[in-house]
């Protein structure tokens, strides 16, 4: 079992930055694909970005491809996400999500996740 809290959300203008923790509770988690999503009023839930257990594969959207940058601490079971230039578009709550069924083209289908947080509002002012 793997539990996962956001924090980091906020209101930002155009531009700015902004850094999303997850902190996971469970002894599992260092074997876990450690994911973000997000999910804008009246949209479907969006793959942002993923990372592997070993941190040494990584996934992007491609809007946010030099721009985002998802990392893991494992000693502190937390994964994280720097977002940076934020835009309008970016506008969203934005969810952890963890699983420990391997790394691959899976990591990027919401439905490859069994552990999920409660997410973390993202408002991006322009």
């Known amino acids: 079992q793997v539990q996962l809290v956001e924090s980091g959300g906020g209101l930002v203008q155009a531009g700015g930055s902004l850094r999303l923790s997850c902190a996971a509770s469970?002894?599992?988690?260092?074997?876990?694909?450690m994911a973000w999503f997000r999910q804008a009023p009246g949209k479907e839930r969006e793959f942002v970005a993923a990372?592997?257990?070993?941190?040494?594969?990584?996934y992007y959207l491609d809007s946010v491809k030099g721009r985002f940058t998802i990392s893991r601490d494992n000693a502190n079971i937390s994964a994280y996400l720097q977002i940076n230039n934020l835009k309008p578009e970016d506008t969203a709550v934005y969810y952890c999500?963890?699983?420990?069924?391997?790394?691959?083209?899976?990591?990027?289908?919401?439905?490859?996740?069994?552990?999920w947080g409660q997410g973390t509002q993202v408002t991006v002012s322009s």
């Open positions: 999500a963890a699983d420990r069924r391997g790394w691959g083209p899976r990591a990027l289908r919401p439905g490859s996740y069994v552990y």
């Open positions: 469970g002894r599992t988690f260092s074997s876990c694909t």
């Open positions: 990372i592997s257990s070993s941190a040494r594969s990584t």
